[in-house]
């Protein structure tokens, strides 16, 4: 049945809709322009339903069930959203709130009916950039792809995370054209990741690489240099050597560190900074460094529980880290690399070199973590490394 405009509360329209099995909802016109979250947008899967919420800078995701999707939506619309789209098979719905509150519902047959059967029954139409039906070596020793260059089923998770930092890199890379890079990888660890980016930036971006993966253990670097060697990547190598103090043999456009625990990422970011690196990316491991220092009178409810103290903890290094490559000239964010269900340790720092950034920026970005460091008591490594 079709309705048009037909006036009701949001509980009952919300309800009605969730009650047409929705397969994309998009949750926009922001009741005001200084809110966090600017738009949501949310897909059914195949056993609930996934909620991306929009910052200027930022997404986050979080998996919901049917009735939490009926909750949220509910709340979005009465306190901080005038609109709500959504799309079934055969039709799509708009439910749109005036200034004055009044609550407009209407159902239609959908203008796409396509786009809306895909976004339900295939998943896996999105365009990786590792696409399906590549041979990707790396991939196939991995287990996410088979021979024939399918995803292993119960990969498919992996194969999407992996997915998601090519395309941290590839948001970077696509703004300029880059004919040559220089990269160093701390922390290479099996170095699953790095065989992939070299793939990438040398099969798919045609990029002229020489890269080194450096890491304390030599029976995993001397089979990281065989697998290399099995590959035909030429100029993929790997070292045995501490992040502190390395030297590296070229003038060093990226660098990658990956789960380096503790103040090894403050090395490596430290290093990357003095060579001058045009790219950071980082997904830093373990800070343990500021929970063992923090204490505060005035907010002492954030070091209280320890849980609470432990995760706080972890975000403040993060934010004091990406702050103080702002003052050191980059342009940073904070990223989800990796879905919070699957992992809490899903922060990755993207550094960008940025020559001309404003003297009063990197002031502001110096003094906010002073600031912070003074109320909780706190000595951060990279903080130390550069004053």
Not at 12 to 38: D, H
Not at 268 to 293: D, K, M, T
Not at 346 to 355: D, G, Q, S, T
Not at 356 to 370: F, L, P
Request: proline residues 2%.
């Amino acid at each position: 049945m079709m309705m048009k405009n037909k006036e009701m509360t949001i509980e009952e329209a919300v309800k009605e809709l969730m009650g047409l099995s929705p397969v994309k909802i998009i949750i926009s016109n922001a009741v005001t322009k200084t809110q966090e979250i600017k738009k949501i947008q949310i897909e059914k899967k195949e056993k609930y339903y996934q909620i991306a919420e929009f910052t200027e800078k930022q997404v986050f995701h979080k998996n919901v069930d049917e009735k939490e999707l009926e909750r949220v939506c509910i709340a979005c619309l009465n306190e901080n959203f005038l609109q709500l789209n959504a799309w079934m098979i055969s039709s799509e719905a708009q439910i749109k709130l005036t200034r004055k509150r009044k609550v407009l519902f209407d159902v239609k047959k959908a203008d796409n009916m396509k786009m809306a059967e895909e976004v339900k029954t295939n998943n896996r139409k999105k365009n990786y950039i590792l696409a399906e039906g590549s041979v990707i070596e790396p991939l196939v020793d991995m287990g996410i792809f088979t021979k024939e260059g399918k995803i292993v089923n119960s990969m498919y998770d992996k194969y999407k995370q992996i997915n998601r930092f090519i395309e941290i890199i590839d948001d970077e890379l696509k703004k300029r054209i880059i004919t040559h890079l220089n990269i160093i990888d701390f922390g290479c660890g099996k170095s699953y990741l790095t065989f992939i980016v070299y793939y990438y930036l040398t099969a798919i971006k045609k990029i002229k690489v020489n890269m080194i993966g450096l890491d304390l253990k030599e029976d995993v670097i001397k089979k990281c240099n065989k697998a290399a060697e099995k590959y035909g990547y030429e100029n993929l190598s790997f070292e045995l050597g501490d992040i502190n103090g390395y030297n590296a043999p070229f003038k060093v456009d990226m660098v990658i560190t990956l789960h380096a625990c503790d103040m090894a990422t403050d090395f490596a970011l430290y290093n990357a900074v003095n060579w001058g690196a045009n790219y950071i990316f980082s997904v830093p491991c373990c800070q343990h460094e500021l929970n063992s220092q923090m204490k505060s009178e005035k907010f002492s409810l954030m070091t209280r529980y320890g849980i609470i103290k432990e995760r706080f903890s972890a975000l403040v290094t993060d934010a004091i880290r990406g702050n103080l490559l702002e003052y050191m000239g980059y342009n940073v964010n904070l990223l989800e690399f990796v879905d919070l269900s699957h992992t809490p340790k899903n922060i990755l720092i993207r550094a960008v070199k940025n020559p001309n950034k404003a003297k009063e920026v990197k002031e502001k970005a110096m003094d906010e973590v002073c600031r912070m460091m003074e109320e909780y008591g706190l000595s951060q490594a990279l903080y130390r490394m550069i004053v």
